[in-house]
């Protein structure tokens, strides 16, 4: 059972200035695949125990361009006493046709909204008929398409410099940033990231910024955590 607040995020219904940690990503943080209650940020706040409010701004299928738009806006009214940015391998692709590019200055600069490919809008189509995401046809061919098309393979780097990796890095380093400025500690996860230079790039900028990056253990690593047929956590992981 996944069920979502009027906002479209999973959890309690945010409040501004209600402070608490924000947890920000895409379906990994949402938790795709497991239950209400099994997703991490709410694991996270069954450990602390009410100690403090937890947001999940997790959305499936976005890159993180997105977190730059919400953290001016949603999560700056929060005033969150922590934050938590989890980076996953599709990433680098999802970020190079986002809502950033670089400027004639190597800045980040918003780009005109993109048309959505054929196959999003065919799947926008399928999806917005009753009942038939539902079906087992419609999951059997899901996971057909995803074998089929190595969606879950980390693609390979392009060459150093080129917007592919380093859109992603500005991103990352502008979020960690906003923190910094605010005092605000922070933690990314990395989730699938196995190429060893982007991992240490990514580390490395976390630490510039007075943050810590973590790998999450991987599929070759803990099989037993994943779903086989598309590569999320399953409720042990």
Not at 168 to 187: G, N, Q, V
Request: negative net charge; hydrophobic residues 35%.
């Amino acid at each position: 059972k996944i069920s979502t607040n009027r906002e479209g995020r999973r959890g309690p219904l945010a409040e501004p200035g209600e402070g608490g940690i924000v947890f920000m990503g895409d379906s990994y943080t949402m938790g795709i695949g497991v239950n209400d209650g099994e997703e991490y940020p709410q694991i996270v706040a069954e450990l602390l125990d009410g100690a403090l409010p937890i947001h999940n701004f997790g959305v499936a299928g976005t890159g993180n361009d997105r977190w730059l738009k919400l953290l001016k806006d949603d999560v700056s009214a929060l005033e969150p006493k922590a934050m938590v940015f989890q980076v996953c391998f599709n990433d680098f692709g999802d970020n190079v046709n986002g809502l950033y590019q670089f400027g004639s200055q190597g800045e980040l600069v918003a780009r005109p909204p993109l048309e959505p490919s054929l196959a999003r809008r065919a799947k926008q189509i399928l999806e917005a008929v009753p009942l038939l995401p539902r079906t087992h046809l419609y999951g059997l061919l899901r996971q057909t398409r995803i074998k089929r098309h190595s969606a879950f393979v980390e693609a390979p780097p392009e060459e150093p410099g080129l917007p592919s990796d380093e859109i992603t890095y500005a991103i990352l380093t502008e979020s960690l940033a906003w923190c910094a400025d605010r005092k605000i500690p922070s933690l990314v996860l990395l989730v699938g990231v196995t190429r060893e230079e982007r991992t240490e790039r990514l580390k490395e900028l976390a630490r510039a910024c007075g943050s810590k990056a973590y790998s999450i253990p991987w599929r070759h690593e803990r099989p037993d955590l994943h779903y086989e047929s598309d590569l999320h956590w399953n409720a042990e992981g």
